[in-house]
């Protein structure tokens, strides 16, 4: 059964960067599958931040428009999301999550959260002075 982790959280300045990761476990590759970055803040409904499909269609919540960017490795291994000029408002519990196949399309994705149905154990991104 899939099984993924993130990585790469913590504590940063406004303005600054991190990069979170999601690998899965026991040998499964990730490269078929659609892949989703989600958040969730304190008191709030968790929100979907980018996706990216198996043939490298992206789609971002607007606010990270031009600041955040999700890739694979070419190994099929890891997604990315790269986060850059973090605000506080960036601050919360950042999860992966695989779309299963009967709502993945290979050239396009969506972040509907509801639509996810195997998620990782989330990394906290803090963004703070």
């Known amino acids: 059964q899939l099984q993924l982790v993130e990585s790469g959280g913590g504590l940063v300045q406004p303005g600054g960067s991190l990069r979170l990761s999601c690998t899965a476990h026991a040998g499964f590759i990730l490269d078929e599958k659609t892949i989703g970055w989600f958040r969730q803040a304190p008191g709030k409904e968790r929100e979907g931040v980018s996706c990216?499909?198996?043939?490298?269609?992206?789609t971002y919540k607007n606010s990270v428009k031009g600041r955040f960017t999700i890739s694979r490795d070419k190994a099929g291994n890891a997604v990315y999301l790269q986060m850059n000029r973090l605000q506080p408002e960036d601050t919360g519990v950042y999860y992966c999550?695989?779309?299963?196949?009967?709502?993945?399309?290979?050239?396009?994705?969506?972040?509907?959260?509801?639509?996810?149905?195997?998620w990782g154990q989330g990394t906290q991104v803090t963004v703070s002075t």
């Open positions: 999550a695989s779309l299963p196949s009967v709502y993945s399309s290979r050239y396009s994705c969506n972040i509907n959260h509801h639509q996810y149905n195997t």
């Open positions: 990216i499909s198996s043939m490298l269609s992206t």
